[in-house]
């Protein structure tokens, strides 16, 4: 559709007085299909002209020559371009041929590197749900900057260092009387719910005892020095919670290229911090480092009073290294609005160093996962109050709430039609679906609104085979395999007529299928999965309004339907798997 876009720009642009790209940028999609493909406005010429919008369209249409398979049509004060009748579905299943050729559905950003910085929780605590929404936010845009024709390299910045440290070594060192070597001796015994109970109990009991607070930032300064019980403990601990977080990214279909925490900058710090020094933009203050970023920001804190390092510091040591090391055009670090102020402190320190990664440096943030409090009020979940649920515990939910509910539904179609050959699952295979179904829609319902807004979790909602929810979407692509088991042949596409394939509903289809790559790539530039999210479910209902119309399998059974079947369905499948879903073939 882009080409044809700027063809029909080519064809308006000597009739306007207007520059080509001024005439292409005013398109517009007219707001039902029937009125055409394209709109272009002509109200902005009438002052220049000096005549009435409406009159100008007529002028237009009447002396210029419209692409080939089109025409023309003056609508109010618009020039709208319409196709002829099978256009639209040929033009759908050439798009999706060509992609499908190259594995890109958009060569967009060929030849260009991205770094995403994805999901990224804190070691040595347990992934509560709304973590939840780095890890699919960025996962998304892995995939989507991947089909896009970028070389993708995805990191998990392990926040695996830092005072949070001293705070789990110093609640195992006092739950075994402060005697080392009887804590060393139990540390196998260490487990993800240990690690997580001393992480939430840390804040009352400092509560009770301020000097713990002191004692916590002295033990981390002491993993810092390399003392052998705080590296012992802290190496234990890493363990336990990568082996943790394996699963749960296994059963996202997360992954990652590099698996590189703060830790791995520990030995890059100080090159770092002189490397700001030879810039001229270190500073003393008060016992501690810090560099000035801007009258309207505070001083970016480098190095504490005790010597100890910051998030700051090892942020701008990663970036640093991994432009060097990646020659990354973008660096994407997906994580959530509340640290906003720290990249600008980070990327303003980088561009004051004349780091030539600055510029490619780009924080993508998003909204808080709220929870439904007793008082029925919403409100941000957090690991360290206690109040989130584990992340694993709602996917298990999720999962067998959707078994549950094709249960039930299984049984309510087989009363109904009685006669009718209905699907059956192995408990396996109906495990299996649980799960996908399941787990898809908890990632939708992070995905499918603008990452900055704040998203609720109702797990009634959420799961909801109605809405724009992920099993919607599901079930749209489950439809579509269904009529292909059952139905006819699938011409090629060389052999079709076209022009039987002009109904409404037909076109509709058609139309959303071949936006694809045009929303893939205004995706990508604003860093922004809800555009894949809103075209899957644009596709979905398209797909249930045509197959509501048509009697696909019966007296509108065609070559050419099953066709735009096969195209539609390969086109969902894409869109799904970008998102993070798994295309269910049976549901």
């Known amino acids: 559709m882009t080409e044809l876009k700027t063809r029909f720009a080519q064809a308006l642009a000597t009739h306007t007085g207007l520059e080509l790209g001024a005439v292409e940028a005013a398109i517009a999609r007219p707001p039902d299909l029937a009125l055409g493909v394209f709109a272009f406005p002509c109200f902005p010429l009438a002052k220049t002209l000096r005549k009435a919008p409406p009159a100008i369209a007529a002028e237009i249409v009447a002396s210029a020559q419209a692409p080939e398979g089109t025409e023309l049509v003056a609508a109010g004060g618009y020039v709208n371009l319409r196709l002829q009748p099978g256009i639209l579905a040929r033009q759908a299943v050439e798009s999706v041929q060509a992609w499908q050729t190259t594995s890109r559905v958009s060569g967009s950003g060929v030849g260009r590197t991205v770094l995403v910085d994805y999901s990224s929780p804190n070691a040595g605590k347990e992934l509560v749900y709304h973590h939840i929404r780095s890890t699919a936010i960025g996962a998304a845009l892995c995939r989507m900057y991947e089909a896009a024709g970028?070389?993708?390299?995805?990191?998990?910045?392990?926040?695996?260092?830092?005072?949070?440290?001293?705070?789990?070594?110093?609640?195992?060192?006092?739950?075994?009387?402060?005697?080392?070597?009887?804590a060393l001796a139990d540390l196998p015994s260490v487990t993800l719910s240990t690690l997580n109970r001393m992480y939430v109990g840390f804040k009352p009991a400092a509560a009770e005892d301020p000097a713990m607070e002191e004692e916590a930032r002295l033990w981390f300064a002491r993993l810092e020095a390399k003392e052998a019980f705080a590296r012992t403990c802290w190496e234990r601990f890493i363990e336990v919670s990568i082996a943790a977080l394996n699963e749960v990214y296994v059963r996202f279909g997360a992954k990652f290229d590099h698996f590189l925490g703060e830790s791995f900058y520990e030995d890059k710090l100080e090159a770092t911090i002189e490397r700001i020094r030879q810039a001229g933009i270190l500073e003393e203050s008060e016992g501690a480092q810090v560099v000035r970023v801007g009258d309207d920001i505070p001083p970016c804190l480098i190095r504490k009073r005790d010597g100890a390092t910051l998030y700051a510091t090892r942020d701008l040591a990663a970036a640093i290294w991994r432009h060097e090391h990646f020659g990354c055009d973008r660096a994407l670090y997906v994580v959530d609005a509340g640290q906003s102020f720290h990249f600008r402190q980070v990327f303003e320190v980088l561009r004051r160093m004349g780091e030539p990664c600055a510029h490619g440096c780009i924080h993508v943030p998003f909204g808080l996962v709220l929870g439904k409090g007793e008082d029925g009020n919403w409100s941000k979940v957090?690991?360290?109050?206690?109040?989130?649920?584990?992340?694993p515990d709602v996917m298990?939910?999720?999962?067998?709430?959707?078994?549950?509910?094709?249960?039930?539904?299984?049984?309510?179609?087989?009363?109904?039609?009685?006669?009718?050959?209905?699907?059956?699952?192995?408990?396996?295979?109906?495990?299996?679906?649980?799960?996908?179904?399941?787990?898809?829609?908890?990632?939708?319902?992070?995905?499918?609104?603008?990452?900055?807004?704040?998203?609720r979790f109702d797990l009634d909602s959420i799961l909801s085979f109605e809405g724009d929810t992920g099993p919607y979407i599901q079930y749209a692509y489950a439809r579509l395999s269904s009529i292909l088991r059952k139905g006819g042949e699938v011409i090629a596409p060389e052999a079709a007529r076209w022009s039987l394939l002009c109904e409404p509903e037909t076109e509709r289809v058609a139309s959303v299928v071949s936006q694809f790559p045009e929303r893939l790539d205004a995706a990508v530039e604003a860093n922004e999965p809800s555009v894949i999210a809103q075209f899957a479910l644009e596709l979905a209902e398209a797909v249930h309004s045509f197959t509501h119309h048509h009697r696909v399998l019966e007296v509108d059974a065609t070559p050419e339907r099953m066709l735009l079947v096969?195209?539609?369905?390969?086109t969902l499948a894409k869109a799904l798997t970008l998102l993070g879903l798994t295309p269910v073939e049976r549901m």
């Open 150 to 182: 970028w070389k993708v390299e995805a990191v998990n910045h392990l926040g695996d260092w830092g005072t949070q440290f001293g705070k789990l070594i110093l609640m195992w060192l006092r739950e075994h009387g402060m005697d080392q070597e009887a």
């Open 382 to 391: 957090s690991t360290r109050s206690g109040t989130g649920a584990p992340l």
């Open 396 to 455: 298990d939910r999720a999962a067998a709430r959707i078994r549950e509910t094709m249960v039930s539904l299984a049984e309510k179609r087989a009363l109904e039609n009685p006669s009718r050959e209905q699907d059956s699952f192995s408990d396996r295979e109906l495990d299996q679906v649980s799960e996908a179904i399941g787990v898809g829609a908890l990632v939708f319902n992070e995905l499918k609104s603008r990452r900055a807004a704040d998203t």
């Open 566 to 570: 096969e195209t539609a369905r390969r």
